[in-house]
């Protein structure tokens, strides 16, 4: 079982969830692909380096991202920072030789995303973004469905992405609220989980048509580097910043295949946590998901008696997607970190087996399209078509 | 106690639901603003209407709805026929003094829901559309929350309403699919509710943006008069007839106030059945209502402490509006029938007390606006802005 | 169709409730088995009794219950008075040749409540109990999926009822908590409801083990005869008088058929208001029913493929049992309404095709009978073995 | 920063989560108390052993237990074997001086797990029996509401522990339907979790009576040694053995302070998978809990507004018990993994700091006793007293 060194570039709170799937993995999926091995951590000071290396169990640490870059024994290089380094650094990993797997939003805009998608098709890494939430059971359980026909040709999806860690005015101004950091706002950072969904599937969008709003216009400016989900708040005397990405947004869209549908995602819903829903209505049948009850999957099929028709809460567990893998009972409950351990199992098994995994930087891409239209219709008012936005691939 | 008599024209299923409201309303609301009488039951052969008079308790029946405009003895005059007749007799019955109240939507488009609120305003008369859904207690209980403040100013509104009945393409061609007699598809059967959410609860809408699909283009031709909802289907061998309304539409808001919101409506939702939401995020809390789960309103309220925050399930009775006439304790439980026995108590007072009751033709009139600027902007791909379709009013 | 005059006797909240169905009965069932027609209301007194008989539509009104009993004219006699009457009124009623629906609990004991299923029995009317909430749409289905064999054979029973109108200590010290009038307290007000669930789903009991309590051993004293049912709270300073009924009962149940099961009731279970429910386990699927969401039943067949096994959230409507008499669409809404419209629906049926009703006069009796064995248990801390306590019938 | 040697005794499906909480315990909680480190890992073949140690990251293994309680180095012996080896092992390593934890029940009756308390207690030792569960958030902020006295004085305790796993009648017979290696059924697997619930919510229990159930009374024997929980069935001609275990029980409960309940606790609940719950009635408000929705609580403060009042849903997160050190946003979501992460962070902390912490060997023990006494009333069929049948303890 061929052991793969790991170097995980960042050690916020994504930090230990992707430390947590490096340890965890092979103990869910046996035998395991290969052994992911937590050789070196990078943080932006030696302190905060050492500190992650002890606490998330890395054999080396570095303040200096370069270090693994050039680091020959490092096979995977796990980009786990704000927004506005993925590029340069995946594109240094790339030349490097280096797999990635990268946080998303994969990049900031679409035209940084196209170079990071070049660099890692140049180079013939293997490369994955991690829209972990398609990994959760009850979602690859929906997909089964749709592949199998079982809800027949879809018509409608509608996906909604709610939480309210900033909705307080006093919450501070994080990297996350900064668009020359984040690129954009509640759209990438939580929006692209959903055009991920979307994507995975109904299938490829071809216009979009949107509205974007920042309800809170200035905010309390953060100090200290840690990324602060609204777990802080600022003081009434704490000097603000000015907010310049989207608190909320709300789009229609209209796949290439004649479904229809819309998005909504906004941090400013009192009482959504991590309200990440999608219904989809299909010939024969429906589903319906929520992130907040995250182990099931509702399901109606048209075609049940008239008498004993209705959605059924499929419990996911050992006879759904990845479930031999991970508890011998449904229930006994799939929380974040399950969703990354999957993530890098499916990761490793890619390397290993040579074949693409999915969503990978070519996906990162054309959502990255996608937020840049979504924008762009917001700002012009007008339906923008994806198909003469975004660039040819093959 | 003062008696009033009614003449219903139209004796299908809305006909029993409001048949049901004037016996029952002076039973739950004691002491009731007057004594609906069931006078007239108009239905379109003497042999219906004879039976609809016998089932439903009226005194009189009759196959020409212009005899009990003529009739000088009746007050009220209830219509409870397809969209295509209101218009006219609406304005017949205004020009003959009756106060009236209409089945939703008020007429097939804004052309002819001028007429009618231009009809009543120069009559004197009291009128009402009945758009029940508002007048569920738990609807009403969001009303009076934001009145009071309780949720800050309104940021967002997502209302939906979902059914399935038709969705089997077999489903007949009943007038619903008509244009001509119904004006719109699902826009205007149950879209029109959710625009009355919209309106009563966050304000006036100025912008639309919109989708519609018509799924099943064309369904078996239905034989005999009555409005089959989906409870029998035509055969394979029945001859079809085309279907040249929406299925479905789906619309971005804007709001005069601000607020930004959207809009989905299908009939091709299988598994959901009265799928009639709306969502509310506002600077200080949220809402949720689902009318399948109608006695419950949902609510968040920020600033509950920190340890205890999260969606209250408010199950309504005794404590909310309507409540001391309705039922003594919670969750005996409102049905369908409850929210129209609302709704005649409410037209009664407004006549008693010669006061507006809402929603009024006016109110139906200006959903129609909007109806026709949703068509209108999934036509043309492009914002629709009411204020410059529709007609001053004062 | 035979027209059937009723005289209620009693006219607070059920009143009201069995007003309803009587009005609106024949507007659901059509062709309906009779017409119900309401001559005779009684109340307390005469101003009483004539302000009911307007408000509930009655033609004629009387303070004498026996006047109505001595009327030839009346063909049902309907008992809505509190629990200590009931016995006095139906034999009565029976020797008097009228057919009999009474309000639940039969009688305050056993006893009683054999009296009363003698009466009837040599007098040979029809008779009926009105435990309304079997006759819920999904509480009937359950009925048929069990008849069908579709669950398998039962193993297990659930029940509960919880409400807290009366949690609170300065609830006033209706009828309802006073022994002598009401016979016990959430046992026979709620507690019974449950009972009859189980009998009606299950089969009949064959031993009782239970314990009860009294949590608010003394309340304000009523003043005014109205059946206050939480509404109102008495002052500080109001006198108390004395609790000597459980306001909670839990039970433990053996059937005859080999499945066990439990029971529990009360009234201190603040935030539950008509938490009535039932899970039933069989050797082939599992029921669960609440009726704070009467409209849907849940549903698991253990046959299901193992990917889309789980409950089914069937939402009853045209497809279910009485389901073409009611709305004809899902979710437009059952309410408490229907549920009593259906059950004078079933009782004129009895009554013209000359049937047996059920549940009747047999079925309170037992009741009474297992109601009576609960109250022993807990008294003595025993197994109560209803075979050996009950009378035999035949 | 101590480093914790520890020797996991058993690899099965116990042993990888609780591999996943060494290697997972600091990353989420720190500083860590201390740093665990999987030292040496048991299992039954050296073949078993060493594949375990690969996966879930153990530097040495051992087919033989005795090794691990002989070796000097290691501190913390972790049981998760089949329940009739916890005594022998578990006394072997007290008497070495090891730190344990156990998993649960502790012990097949109250017997051995007397002898393994007084062992413990006399060996001077830290000591844990894993009934994870009350570590989910959820519950544990409803201990902190109790205990803020929010809820008031508890009334009543209702427990369930429902699953379906071994419903199907053709499911293996495990150990876990073996008395003689699982003490006894349903009760001592799932329903010790429900009772360990009731004693830390609610307080001692002071009596029971109970009704027991074996619905499946013989099984096809398994081949191998793996814990097969149900995933795997037997074929037709597999040959079969007796269970001589329960399947399910029910319970009545009294209280030391006054309240009362109930549980009911079977594997034979189709659709159920981990429907482990509980409802708590208190004078000022209520509780409610489930672990398939694990990451919500409900509670209704009676003393809310009597227009917002009602179950609220608590989403847990970085405001509720132990929420700082796991995830920064409610709903990212708690899973099995979390409740054991907590745990060991508990028992680690417990050693560092020299405290007690609970529940430990002793509410094991007592624990044992009480499923003692509840064997005992479902045999002789009468309440069983606890104060009588328990040892006392100092």
Same mark, same amino acid.
């Given at each position: 079982?061929?052991?793969?060194?790991?170097?995980?570039? /960042?050690?916020?709170?994504?930090?230990?969830?992707h430390?947590?799937?490096?340890?965890?993995?092979?103990?869910?999926?046996?035998?395991a692909?290969?052994?992911?091995?937590?050789?070196?951590?990078?943080?932006?000071?030696? *302190?905060?380096?050492?500190e992650?290396?002890?606490?998330?169990?890395?054999?080396?640490?570095?303040?200096?991202?370069?270090?693994?870059?050039?680091?020959?024994?490092?096979?995977?290089?796990?980009?786990?920072?704000?927004?506005?380094?993925?590029a340069?650094i995946?594109?240094?990993?790339?030349?490097?030789?280096?797999?990635?797997?990268?946080?998303?939003?994969?990049?900031?805009?679409?035209e940084?995303?196209k170079?990071?998608?070049d660099?890692?098709?140049?180079?013939?890494?293997?490369?994955?973004?991690?829209?972990?939430?398609?990994?959760t059971?009850?979602?690859?359980?929906?997909?089964?469905y749709?592949?199998?026909?079982?809800?027949?040709?879809?018509?409608?999806?509608? /996906?909604?992405?709610?939480?309210?860690?900033s909705?307080?005015?006093?919450?501070?101004?994080?990297?996350?609220?900064?668009?020359?950091?984040?690129?954009?706002?509640?759209?990438?950072?939580?929006?692209?989980?959903?055009?991920?969904?979307?994507?995975?599937?109904?299938?490829?969008?071809?216009?979009?048509?949107?509205?974007t709003?920042?309800?809170?216009?200035?905010?309390?400016?953060?100090?200290?580097?840690?990324?602060?989900?609204?777990?802080?708040?600022?003081?009434?005397?704490?000097?603000?910043?000015?907010?310049?990405?989207?608190d *909320?947004?709300?789009?229609?869209?209209?796949?290439?295949?004649?479904?229809?549908?819309?998005?909504?995602a906004?941090?400013?819903?009192?009482?959504?946590n991590?309200?990440?829903?999608? *219904?989809?209505?299909?010939?024969?049948?429906?589903?319906?998901?929520?992130?907040?009850?995250?182990?099931?999957?509702?399901?109606?099929?048209?075609?049940?008696?008239?008498?004993?028709?209705?959605?059924?809460?499929?419990?996911?567990?050992?006879?759904?997607?990845?479930?031999?893998?991970?508890?011998?009972?449904?229930?006994?409950?799939?929380?974040?970190?399950?969703?990354?351990?999957?993530?890098?199992?499916?990761?490793?098994?890619s390397?290993?087996?040579?074949?693409?995994v999915?969503?990978?930087?070519?996906d990162g891409?054309?959502?990255?399209?996608?937020?840049d239209?979504?924008?762009?219709s917001?700002?012009?008012?007008?339906?923008i078509?994806?198909?003469?936005?975004?660039?040819?691939?093959?």
């Open positions: 079982m061929k052991k793969f060194n790991v170097a995980m570039i /960042g050690a916020g709170f994504m930090g230990k969830a430390s947590l799937s490096y340890a965890g993995m092979p103990m869910f999926f046996w035998p692909p290969g052994i992911p091995y937590r050789k070196t951590v990078v943080d932006v000071t030696e *302190e905060l380096a050492k992650a290396a002890q606490r998330f169990g890395y054999e080396n640490y570095t303040a200096n991202w370069r270090d693994v870059i050039e680091d020959p024994s490092i096979d995977i290089v796990d980009i786990v920072t704000p927004n506005d380094s993925h340069e995946a594109i240094a990993a790339a030349k490097a030789g280096k797999h990635i797997i990268c946080e998303k939003p994969l990049a900031r805009n679409a940084e995303a170079k990071m998608w660099a890692v098709r140049e180079a013939g890494v293997k490369h994955m973004v991690a829209f972990n939430y398609r990994r059971p009850a979602v690859a359980l929906a997909k089964k749709i592949e199998e026909g079982r809800i027949g040709k879809i018509l409608n999806f509608r /996906g909604t992405y709610l939480q309210d860690w909705a307080d005015p006093n919450s501070p101004l994080s990297w996350r609220f900064q668009k020359k950091v984040a690129g954009s706002g509640a759209l990438g950072d939580i929006g692209t989980h959903v055009i991920d969904f979307a994507r995975y599937l109904v299938g490829e969008i071809s216009e979009v048509m949107a509205i709003k920042t309800w809170v216009p200035e905010r309390p400016i953060q100090t200290g580097g840690v990324d602060k989900l609204g777990t802080v708040k600022g003081q009434a005397d704490t000097p603000k910043g000015i907010v310049d990405v989207d *909320e947004f709300s789009t229609l869209l209209k796949f290439e295949n004649g479904a229809v549908g819309s998005i909504e906004t941090r400013n819903a009192w009482g959504r991590n309200f990440l829903t999608f *219904e989809i209505h299909g010939e024969k049948g429906s589903l319906y998901f929520n992130y907040e009850r995250r182990d099931e999957l509702q399901v109606c099929f048209a075609d049940d008696p008239s008498d004993s028709k209705g959605f059924r809460t499929v419990y996911t567990g050992p006879a759904h997607p990845y479930g031999e893998g991970l508890w011998p009972i449904p229930a006994l409950g799939i929380g974040y970190g399950e969703t990354k351990i999957i993530e890098i199992y499916d990761f490793l098994k390397i290993v087996e040579d074949t693409e999915s969503p990978n930087f070519y891409y054309r959502i990255a399209v996608i937020c239209a979504i924008l762009e917001a700002e012009k008012g007008m339906w078509s994806l198909n003469e936005t975004s660039l040819s691939v093959n």
